[in-house]
């Protein structure tokens, strides 16, 4: 079976940092791709970020230049390191794993799926 746990979510002030965390069972971090979705209530869930098998990455327009995906490879786990926070960054925030290859900005493409963590960013 495959788990994903994400933690380090909170409420933080514009401007600040946050850095998220999810460790993964079930499949290895480093032979899959795995991203960060983010949603809030009533839109769909969007892509904020996707770290290839191969290391490269892809952000969406919102997240690059302040938000960073990484993996540890010895530890399963992904990690969201957040900077310069705006309250338009509020939202449930996923961490996924799935297949290196396809469509990656459709959640749909995506098998598995965390419980998620809250970020609220306030004004």
């Known amino acids: 079976q495959v788990h994903l746990v994400e933690s380090g979510g909170g409420l933080v002030q514009a401007g600040d940092s946050l850095k998220l965390t999810c460790v993964v069972s079930?499949?290895?971090?480093?032979?899959?791709?795995v991203a960060w979705f983010r949603q809030t209530p009533g839109k769909e869930r969007e892509v904020v970020t996707v770290?290839?098998?191969?290391?490269?990455?892809d952000y969406s327009g919102s997240a690059k230049g302040r938000f960073a995906i990484d993996r540890d490879d010895d530890k399963n786990t992904v990690y969201l390191q957040m900077n310069s926070l705006k309250s338009e960054d509020t939202a449930v925030y996923y961490c996924?794993?799935?297949?290196?290859?396809?469509?990656?900005?459709?959640?749909?493409?995506?098998?598995?799926w965390g419980q998620g963590t809250q970020v609220t960013v306030s004004s």
């Open positions: 770290l290839w098998k191969s290391g490269g990455t």
């Open positions: 996924t794993i799935g297949p290196n290859t396809g469509p990656h900005s459709s959640a749909q493409s995506w098998p598995f």
């Open positions: 079930g499949r290895a971090v480093r032979e899959n791709a």
